[in-house]
Structure formats: structure tokens, C-alpha cells
């Protein structure tokens, strides 16, 4: 308790340094928005070490950066949306049925689907839908939660076999559309444009940063709900997702549990390596405006460093995978990759990996990393069979160990 009150006392003595200097209303709320946010991760109790303190400090600072105004945090119920923009194909029989469920002749009747939507901003992108499936129960228990992020070009109904099979074993299951996907898209290239627009003004972050400030305060939300065990709620995702988990996983030990799935990844290495093509293809429209921009005749690794400096300030830099996947520590974290994945190339891995090692060396149970071998950028079944079954082992009661 001791450390904690010193880093508590640090934080404050920060805080109270830059205040005076501070000329701008606007700055001036941020600045107390960061260190109301900072102080409450810090009674938690969850953060040991100065690493990663400084760490959540300086990433909730850039992501307020690029706040609108903040609104009070209100949950409205609504209507399911029966056709969003954003339609993509379900994800893979194998990959959905590797999803323990319990068996239930009539499991579609016994559920209770909820419609939500959540006020993270101002602005029509602060408007967070959220689908939440759990079993129909008149008990008081509080329950587990999982939440699961989709990946690229897919929404929150994506998801829906995933979330089915986990609240058929009796989590809360959440799912929710990212920035500019879904009910959140009002386009087939919201995505992209959102992407373009970042880099030439500079004004958001809709590559993974922006759904973290989300995802923080849907974990406000969470540890509010009645139904639901604020000491146990754990984070998935895949690709886009998996990236969107991590990170909100590294700065918010409200996700006591993580999962990312084929998402970590070592940005500055794959830039040192020049090991960048195969993330920088999957954003190619984005890339090449930049190109233009810069007057290039062809994406080089100035321009990757650039855009990424540009649209998620940090991410090839102090909040890349050596920095930010260690502060997890000492909550369970299960890294999940393809050995053959382009995207995420291992070589990225290793530091990250050995930091990791160091950082859960009083917990080693609670930190695992496999590359499944073959696997490129693809989830397979016995990653969601896997990430299934570190969930229930450390978010189940009675299985629960000491974090």
C-alpha cells in the first residue's frame, strides 16, 4: 500500500506542477480529466510498479489530446439495427463452434439481449453502440464479463456466435461496433476516410486509439452494472480488435483478464526490419495519400513512421509492444499469434515477449504466449478454443487465482 500511496502522491505533485501553467480552459479540463482518470486506475490497486504508472499517465494524456468535450456518462436503450452499413460475412463455422456452449435445447429463448448505446464524447463517433447477451436470471449473482472486439470491416453482430457461447456458460458477453464500423459507419468507407482525414488533419485517432478511450469508458460502465463482478471482466479481439484489447488492456486494469488475438505486434521493429509491407497493405488507401503528400514515388519506411506518428501518436514509439504489453503485468494475459503472420511478424515479438517474461516473473502462470505454427493472419479454432479456456480459468469462480 505503501508504493501505492508514493505513486499517487507522484502523480499529484505532477499534476499540481503543470497546472499553474496552464493558460487554457480547455487544457486546463483535460488536464483535470487525465489526472481524475490516472487516480482512479491508481486506487485499483492493480499498478506496481513507477513503468507503469508513467506508461497510463503518458497515453491517457495523448489520447486527451484529441478528446472533444467531455459529457457525463449516459447509457440509452434502443432498437437492434437490422442492416448496418458495415455487413461482412460471419466469422468461420470451425472458428464459432471452437467457442465452448453449453448445451441448451433452447438456448435463442433463454437469453437476454440487451441494445445499448453509450455516451463516451460529444459527437455523433462518441456514440458507442453496445449489443450485451447474457442468460436470463433472477438471481443477484454478479456475473463475469467478457468483452470481444471484431476485427476490420465486421460490426458488433459479427460477433454474435462468440458472444452466444459465452453467455450460455454464464459471462455477460459484450460486443460493440469500433469507430467507424457498424452502426458507427455512414459509409462502406467510413473507415478508410476516417483514416485519411487523421492524417491530413491530424484531429483524431480512429486506428485503434480512439475505441480505447471507448473501451475505458465502457469499463466504467461495466463496473457499474449490478449484474456484473467488476473484479472480473475480461477483454478479446481479433486483428484490429486484438490490437484495440491490448492497448485498452495496458492502460485500464479494470480488464482484469486479456486475450488479443492476432494483434500484437512490434511497429518500431517491423520499421527497423523492414518488415512493414503486410500492415501497410492492409491500410494501402491511407498509405498512398500519404505517399502523395510527402511527394514519394513509392510507400518507404519514412512514410509508415510518418502515418503512424501521425494517426496513433506513440504507437511506434513508447507505447509500442515493449512498453505496453509488460504494464499488463500482473493480470493474466494470453498472447495468441500466427507463426506465419505477416502482419504481426514475430521478429516484433521477441522483445516484447522477454519484458513480458521479466514483468510476470512472481506470476509466470499468468502470462503465455503461442505461434501457432503455419497460421498466417487468420484466427483459428484453437485460438478461440484457447482464449475460451483462459477466460474460464481465471474469471470463473473458483478457478480464480491470485493476481
Known sequence: METLTNETDELRSEFLHVLPCQRSAKVLVKNCTLFLLVSNLLITGAMETHEAVHFRSQFLHALLSRRSAPVPLVAECSK????????????????????????????????????????????????????????????????????????????????????????????????????????????????RDALISSWQNGNTMPFIFDTVWDLIKLAEYLTQRK???????????????????????????????????????????AIDNDAWQARVDSLKPLFEVARIDMGKSKIDKEVVEKVWDRIAPGIASQ?????????????????????????????????????????????????????EEGVGHTVTSFMIKESSDWFDKFLKQGNMTSH
Not at 244 to 259: E, G, K, P
Not at 346 to 362: F, I, M, T
Open 227 to 269: 449484474d456484473i463482478d467488476p473484479q472480473r471482466i475480461g477483454i478479446t479481439g481479433i486483428s484490429l480488435g486484438g490490437m484495440q484489447a491490448w492497448f485498452a488492456a495496458a492502460v485500464d486494469t479494470r480488464y482484469s483478464v486479456a486475450v488479443p488475438l492476432i494483434g500484437v505486434q512490434g511497429f518500431r521493429w
Open 319 to 371: 507505447f509500442d509492444a515493449p512498453y505496453s504489453v509488460p504494464v499488463i503485468a500482473p493480470r493474466p494475459l494470453y498472447l495468441l499469434n500466427g507463426a506465419e503472420d505477416p502482419r504481426c511478424p514475430l521478429g516484433g515479438l521477441v522483445v516484447p515477449v522477454k519484458r513480458a517474461k521479466k514483468a510476470y516473473k512472481k506470476t509466470p502462470a499468468n502470462f503465455k504466449f503461442v505461434a
Open 80 to 191: 437492434p439495427v437490422a442492416n448496418p452499413v458495415f455487413q461482412s460475412a460471419v466469422p468461420s463455422l470451425a472458428a464459432t463452434e471452437s467457442c465452448p456452449k453449453e448445451h441448451m435445447d433452447n438456448l435463442k429463448s433463454m437469453l437476454k439481449e440487451e441494445n445499448i448505446h453509450l455516451h463516451t464524447e460529444a459527437g455523433e463517433q462518441g456514440r458507442l453502440p453496445l449489443l450485451i447477451l447474457s442468460l436470463k436470471d433472477k438471481s443477484v449473482e454478479r456475473r463475469p464479463a467478457v468483452v470481444f472486439m471484431h476485427a476490420s470491416d465486421a460490426n458488433k453482430e459479427w460477433l454474435r456466435p462468440f458472444l452466444e457461447a459465452y453467455a450460455s456458460r454464464g459471462y455477460v458477453a459484450i460486443g460493440l461496433d469500433s469507430r467507424y464500423h457498424g452502426e458507427r459507419a455512414d459509409s462502406k468507407t467510413a473507415y
